[in-house]
């Protein structure tokens, strides 16, 4: 059984972070092992939280527990997202060190959490360098969205051959492959949004109807990289591998969005689209580029 370490934020209540990741990779038949950064009551969006940030050394620790009783020998991969600070992030790569020691093969996927076209960054002065400087060179697949991608590349990403300039000096700074997520450029129907994916064996795109929110939900980055790594493990990251998980992962998130659409809620409706995550509903095709 394919087995992911999952190390990401967590909340009582909703769907963000590992709350966002955890149940869909299981639903798609991953064992999954969840080590929290820091556990709230609710998402920091809706202004008001509780609970506690927890410290590097706690992760560090957690992980000893989890290594101490069966090993990691059987580890496939990591992904982590949200990144509170260098410390965090620190621990996340000894966490990936530790990981590909004990099996060489094992992934590591990096949704690099920092912000957003509209919102800026998010995250803790510093976070963004550090990012770029450090993660992003440890990881075999990164998941930046436009907003991201522009930053970790250095360079402004307005047409489809920005975007694919950008995943390529991305892929030249060590991961094999870049999902680049929320793409908006230059011709595209503004009625609908893309993701894309760049690899040494090709680049693919898939565009989506947006879905008209009545808020629009948390997490959705989350559940992405997510399901994203989980096609990645079983279609492989060469080849046609990154266009079929590309296919699966957005067919996925559409399930998603219109489910959570019709329940007109403000977390996403993880529970009442967990079969159509498994098996969607929707056929998407992409288009290859290169």
């Known amino acids: 059984m394919t087995h992911v370490i999952s190390i990401q934020s967590h909340v009582a209540y909703g769907y963000v972070g ?10 798609l038949g991953l064992e999954v092992t969840a080590i929290n950064t820091v556990q709230f009551s609710n998402h920091t969006g809706y202004g008001a939280f509780t609970g506690d940030v927890f410290s590097p050394d706690h992760l560090r620790n957690v992980l000893d527990g989890v290594e101490s009783l069966v090993g990691l020998d059987d580890v496939d991969a990591v992904l982590s997202g949200y990144m509170g600070d260098e410390g965090i992030g620190r621990a996340v790569l000894d966490s990936v060190d530790r990981v590909k020691l004990a099996n060489p093969d094992a992934l590591y996927c990096c949704d690099p959490v920092m912000g957003d076209i509209g919102r800026g960054f998010f995250v803790r002065q510093g976070i963004p360098e550090w990012m770029r400087d450090h993660a992003i060179a440890r990881a075999d ?6 907003f991201e991608l522009a930053f970790l590349a250095g ?8 975007a694919l300039a950008a995943a390529a000096a991305l892929r030249a700074k060590g991961p094999r492959v870049v999902l680049i997520t929320s793409l908006e450029v230059t011709g595209d129907d503004e009625g609908h949004i893309g993701m894309l994916v760049d690899a040494e064996s090709g680049s693919w795109r898939i565009a989506t ?11 959705a980055g989350d559940f992405t990289a997510a399901m994203f790594l989980a096609h990645s493990l079983r279609a492989g990251l060469t080849d046609e591998g990154p266009a079929r998980a590309l296919e699966q992962t957005a067919a996925a998130v559409q399930m998603l969005f219109e489910h959570t659409r019709r329940a007109g809620t403000r977390e996403l409706a993880m529970i009442a689209a967990q079969q159509d995550i498994v098996s969607p509903t929707v056929t998407l095709h992409a288009e290859r580029l290169r």
Request: net charge neutral; aromatic share 6%; charged share 25%.
């Open 18 to 27: 590992n709350r966002a990741a955890v149940f869909p990779l299981q639903r």
């Open 141 to 146: 697949i990164v998941t930046p969205n436009q």
């Open 155 to 162: 360079r402004e990403v307005n047409t489809l051959e920005d």
């Open 209 to 219: 109807p947006k879905v008209d929110f009545i808020i629009a939900p948390n997490g």
